[in-house]
């Protein structure tokens, strides 16, 4: 999704206009994560960048993106650009956590 959306829209309330737009975003997210995934992949992961333009976006996590799209609000931006690309990889094995070591006693 490569998308600049309008923060001013005449007879739409701005905070009204800002939450259809995250709702939107946060579709899209979810439809692409029920996409079916390649073999030898097992997660989704999102490349994301955030920005007042599409000159000025910077990458972001994906958890940060509401907070990245606000601080472009809170800046009086007329609008902003956002780039979503979703790509399969295979998620990371973790190491064994202090809970799952079991203690064995003398």
């Not at 975003?25 to 490349?47: H, M, Q």
């Not at 606000?70 to 094995?93: C, G």
Request: a neutral charge; glycine letters at 4%; hydrophobic letters at 40%.
């Amino acid at each position: 999704m490569k998308k600049t959306f309008l923060l001013h829209v005449e007879g739409k309330h701005p905070a009204r206009l800002l939450e259809s737009i995250k709702h939107e975003i946060r579709k899209y997210i979810e439809r692409e994560r029920r996409k079916e995934l390649p073999k030898g992949s097992d997660v989704w992961y999102f490349d994301c960048r955030v920005g007042a333009s599409d000159e000025t976006a910077a990458p972001v996590r994906l958890n940060e993106i509401n907070a990245a799209i606000d601080a472009v609000v809170a800046e009086a931006a007329p609008s902003f650009f956002i780039e979503l690309t979703a790509r399969a990889a295979v998620h990371p094995a973790r190491g064994p956590s202090s809970s799952a070591i079991e203690v064995q006693g003398d």
